[in-house]
Nanobody
């Protein structure tokens, strides 16, 4: 069983930056594909960014050029740097992982989420 814990959420003004971190309970986190997802009030959960176990990255069109995902396998963490935040980025952000996955669908493990609120 893999436990994922997100941190770094909070309140920020539009145009500001935040950095989220996802910490895993396993030392083999380097073998997991990790994704960040978000769910805004009244909306379905959506993919934001992902990084595969071989460090291939992918982004939703809505965050390309603003968000950057990275991993530190020595620390068993995956970070999401979010710049130029917009009010529409307000959501609960979740970290998810799946071992040796080629994509970001059907993730096996999920964190509890961290709230990002972007004020206008």
């Amino acid at each position: 069983q893999v436990q994922l814990v997100e941190s770094g959420g909070g309140l920020v003004q539009a145009g500001g930056s935040l950095r989220l971190s996802c910490a895993a309970s396993v030392r083999t986190f380097s073998t997991y594909t990790v994704g960040w997802f978000r769910q805004a009030p009244g909306k379905e959960r959506e993919f934001v960014a992902g990084i595969s176990w071989i460090s291939v990255t992918g982004y939703a069109d809505s965050v390309k050029g603003r968000f950057t995902i990275s991993r530190n396998d020595a620390k068993n963490t995956v970070d999401l740097q979010m710049n130029s935040l917009k009010p529409e980025d307000t959501a609960v952000y979740y970290c998810a992982a799946k071992k040796y996955s080629r994509g970001w669908d059907d993730m096996d493990y999920w964190g509890e989420g961290t709230l990002i609120t972007v004020s206008s």
